[in-house]
């Protein structure tokens, strides 16, 4: 899947000393985080005195990338989807270097004769980083070695830096039953289903859904879902409109269209019929009940009849 950059943009620094760098900004998954596989990318503007390094600095992870502005001073620096999957995990220093007014950078990466890694001012050695690519060493101690180069007598290279983590791509359910490890809550047939849950996955990266069948694995239904951006991990949503579903078990799995299975979370339900509603008992009559139209008349009649009956036939005795 090609992925395009995310859209949660970071600002890094307001500013730096004049006359270098206005402002720079970086992209990120998700504030501070950059997730795998997702692209990332630096920008600024204002950069007036020729190319700019930046320096990505990992605990496993050492990179130094230049390019020249344009003739108004903006710059971009991209790491392609490719790149960032190969990130190791945990905490990264990004460190943006200006070569100032003489437009010449007196700091630059280099290594000793072992390979190691090392920071150089003007060819001679200033610190050392760690072994080859992967330094290896505590990310903020390192950084700011490279950051006091900026005191070293004669140079006027500026420095700009900001930490952020790398982390493997995840998704996660809302609501999921405690202890019940990967349930949530019944559903009721007839009725329209619907899931929600967060992600570290950049705001571009549609998710997938599938409805599976628990015992078979096999595929009911499957649908792309959008990853919103929130204030703090991004957000998606998964429903289906009424009826909904059949009475049954089923399997929803969320995850990312890449073959990475740590950026995907499955969870169980159950959808159950509808609970018929109680009898509704009749209602208990007090007071008098009145006859029906008609019925006295004929009572009336009744009893004079069974009277007259008893007359007559006490006349004839």
């Known amino acids: 899947m090609k992925s395009a950059l995310p859209v949660v943009i970071i600002i890094l620094a307001a500013c730096m000393a004049a006359p270098v760098t206005a402002a720079v900004y970086y992209s990120s998954s998700t504030p501070q985080i950059i997730t795998k596989g997702d692209a990332f990318s630096v920008s600024g503007m204002g950069a007036t005195n020729g190319t700019v390094a930046l320096w990505v600095i990992g605990r496993n992870y050492f990179e130094v990338r230049s390019t020249a502005p344009d003739r108004h001073g903006n710059f971009s620096i991209l790491f392609k989807p490719t790149e960032t999957e190969k990130f190791p995990s945990g905490q990264y220093a990004i460190v943006l270097q200006d070569p100032g007014a003489d437009g010449t950078m007196e700091i630059e990466a280099g290594r000793d004769s072992d390979g190691n890694l090392t920071i150089m001012n003007r060819g001679k050695i200033f610190a050392r980083f760690g072994a080859k690519e992967a330094p290896g060493g505590n990310v903020q101690e390192e950084t700011g070695a490279l950051m006091s180069a900026a005191t070293l007598p004669h140079v006027d290279d500026t420095f700009l830096t900001a930490y952020f983590f790398v982390e493997e791509p995840y998704v996660q359910f809302d609501g999921i039953i405690p202890a019940s490890g990967s349930r949530l809550p019944d559903q009721v047939s007839g009725e329209g289903v619907s899931f929600t849950g967060t992600t570290n996955m950049g705001a571009d990266n549609p998710l997938r859904a599938e409805l599976k069948n628990p015992e078979t694995n096999a595929i009911i239904t499957s649908k792309a879902i959008p990853v919103v951006a929130g204030s703090g991990l991004n957000r998606w949503s998964y429903g289906i409109a009424a009826p909904g579903l059949e009475p049954g078990d089923y399997l929803l799995s969320v995850g990312w269209t890449k073959s990475n299975t740590t950026g995907t979370a499955t ?49 004839r005795k």
Do not use: C, H, N, Q
């Open 267 to 315: 969870a169980l339900f159950s959808v159950k019929r509808p609970v018929p509603a109680p009898p509704v008992p009749a209602p208990t009559v007090t007071g008098i009940i009145p006859l029906p139209e008609g019925l006295d008349t004929l009572l009336i009649v009744g009893m004079l009849f069974v009277f007259a009956a008893v007359v007559y036939a006490t006349g």
